[in-house]
């Protein structure tokens, strides 16, 4: 695997030279490398967009009055 950055070149010599030099050896003479190679931007993917007049799915709407539960509530408290 060729080196990808000078900042990963010269963590490799400190702390890996065995490695480092395998990578030099992959990497071509000349290159001009980074400084730093800035990390991949993760995150959830998005949703591809639908086209226009389309929506992701319909809304479901309320039950019907008549097949709806009454409320918990009574309506008037009893008297005592």
């Known amino acids: ?3 990808r950055s000078q900042r990963q070149r010269a ?3 400190a702390n890996h030279p065995e ?3 395998r990578f ?3 990497t071509p003479k ?3 490398l980074p400084e ?8 959830s993917p998005r949703a ?9 799915s319909p809304k479901p709407k309320g039950l019907p009055k008549s097949l709806a539960k009454p409320s918990a509530r009574p309506s008037a408290r009893p008297k005592m």
């Open 1 to 3: 695997m060729p080196m």
């Open 11 to 13: 963590f490799l010599w």
């Open 19 to 21: 490695i480092a030099q």
């Open 24 to 26: 030099e050896d992959e």
């Open 30 to 32: 000349g290159a001009k």
């Open 36 to 43: 730093r190679v800035s990390p991949k931007v993760s995150g």
């Open 48 to 56: 591809p967009k639908l086209p226009s007049g389309l929506s992701k």
